[in-house]
Structures are given as structure tokens and as C-alpha cells.
């Protein structure tokens, strides 16, 4: 079965543009996680949608980050007139519905790298 | 305050030796998981194994194993039998309970280098 989907792989863009990153996740997988990883860097939480609940919006670095999930399936990551430190590669991530310690592992997409000029 | 933490920013180790990685984490959540991903040079995230915190044995895949002493909240992965393909960057992560959505946490990685 498919993994993880996003595109763009590579995204160059000038600052002050906007930008659109999407992801398809596994399917069947109802949780969607965005992440950003700067260079030599770990992994940064952005933003997690479950099901039809809120998402936990709670990583997002500033209001110029949005993320919307449409069907359940496909999640598009937004930013708005971007910034030189928006620089880094953003990674979405997929799992089936956690509960407790449960082991339901998170499944990473490839990424998109974003390089803001 | 930081919840994970990978010390080691980059180790070696002679092709066939077994190396361990070290990860200590700090939560007072009693339910909580912890991961540990690959990343090589491509850039992907690829899933090694899990430590949840009621598991009374320490998790074993394949030539991985995962060193899960929960007094001391640490979770050190052994890779046994290194090889060239293990090179990359090692992440350790966690999801606490409660309502924390199961978004990861993650430490900073250790950057392992095998040689031949």
C-alpha cells in the first residue's frame, strides 16, 4: 500500500510569498500530524488533526501558519508571507487513532523543503 | 523544560560491534510511548521500535532493542551487529497521555557513523 504523499518535494520561493504544502496520508489513517525539522535539527510539532475533532493547533509558530484537513484525508499546510527562518523541511506524519500507550507509530512522508530567498 | 534528551551528537562504531544510544525523557504523565526513528542521508523518517510505559519487557525488533529503564526515564537503543547501512541520524521520541493529541516529542538525535 502507499505511504505518506507530499508535494512539493522542493519548494523554492521569494519572501513575502505564500506557500501551500500537501499531504495524503495513509489510508485508513484518521490522525495527521505536521512537523518541521531545521537544518541539524529535531523534529518541530506544528499541527494534529483527529477525525472530525478540533485539531490541536498548538505548534503553530505564528497566525501566518494554517493547516486544514479536507474529508478526513488530505491536509494542506499554509504560510503566509513567508519569512527567511520559515526555512526547513516540513514533514507530515500519519497513524491510526492513538489510545493510551498504545503502539500505534507515527508514519513520515518524505517532506517538502521549503527554501525561502 | 526539555523533555527529551539525546546527549551524544554523533558516535562511531567498527561495522559488527553493537553501539548504544542514549535517550532520557522526563514526564509525570504515567501513560506515555516511546519511539525511536532513523533518519538517513535521504531525508525519510523511518519507524524502529516502541517502548510503552506499562510494557513490562524491553521491546526487541530484530537487531534493534530498546533499553527501557523507567526509574532512571531512560529508553537507550541498542543496535547489535552494526552495519555501513545503520549510518544516520537516530531520533528519540515521546507521546505522553492524557490529552496531549499524541504528537511526539522529539530529541535532537545522535548522529551514528559505522566503519568498515
Known amino acids: 500500500g502507499a505511504g505518506v504523499s507530499q508535494s512539493p518535494s522542493n519548494k523554492v520561493t521569494e519572501k513575502g510569498k505564500d506557500v501551500e504544502l500537501r499531504c495524503d496520508p495513509i489510508?485508513?489513517?484518521?490522525?495527521l500530524y505536521w512537523y518541521r525539522q531545521s537544518l541539524g535539527q529535531g523534529l518541530e510539532f506544528l499541527i494534529y488533526?483527529?477525525?472530525?475533532?478540533?485539531?490541536?493547533k498548538s505548534g503553530l509558530p505564528s497566525d501566518r501558519f494554517s493547516a486544514e484537513r479536507t474529508g478526513g484525508s488530505v491536509s494542506t499546510l499554509t504560510i503566509q508571507r513567508t519569512q527567511q527562518e520559515d526555512s526547513a523541511v516540513y514533514l507530515c506524519?500519519?497513524?491510526?487513532?492513538?489510545?493510551?500507550?498504545?503502539?500505534?507509530?507515527?508514519?513520515f512522508g518524505d517532506g517538502t523543503r521549503l527554501s525561502i530567498l | 523544560a526539555q523533555k527529551i534528551t539525546q546527549t551524544q551528537p554523533g558516535m562511531f562504531v567498527q561495522e559488527k560491534e553493537a553501539v548504544t544510544l542514549d535517550c532520557t525523557y522526563d514526564?509525570?504523565?504515567?501513560?506515555?510511548?516511546l519511539f525511536w526513528y532513523k533518519q538517513p542521508s535521504s531525508g525519510e523518517m523511518i519507524f524502529l521500535i516502541y517502548?510503552?510505559?506499562?510494557?513490562?519487557q524491553n521491546a526487541t525488533e530484530g537487531r534493534y532493542s530498546l533499553n527501557f529503564q523507567k526509574a532512571r526515564k531512560s529508553a537507550n537503543l541498542v543496535i547489535s551487529a552494526s552495519q555501513l547501512g545503520d549510518s544516520a541520524m537516530y531520533f528519540c521520541?515521546?507521546?505522553?497521555?492524557?490529552?496531549?493529541?499524541?504528537?511526539?516529542?522529539f530529541g535532537q538525535g545522535t548522529e551514528l557513523s559505522v566503519k568498515p
Open positions: 488533526f483527529q477525525g472530525n475533532s478540533a485539531p490541536d
Open positions: 514526564t509525570s504523565d504515567p501513560s506515555y510511548g
Open positions: 521520541a515521546m507521546r505522553e497521555g492524557g490529552n496531549q493529541g499524541g504528537k511526539l516529542i
Open positions: 506524519a500519519s497513524s491510526l487513532k492513538w489510545r493510551g500507550a498504545s503502539n500505534q507509530p507515527q508514519h
Open positions: 517502548q510503552g510505559s506499562y510494557d513490562q
Open positions: 489510508s485508513g489513517h484518521t490522525a
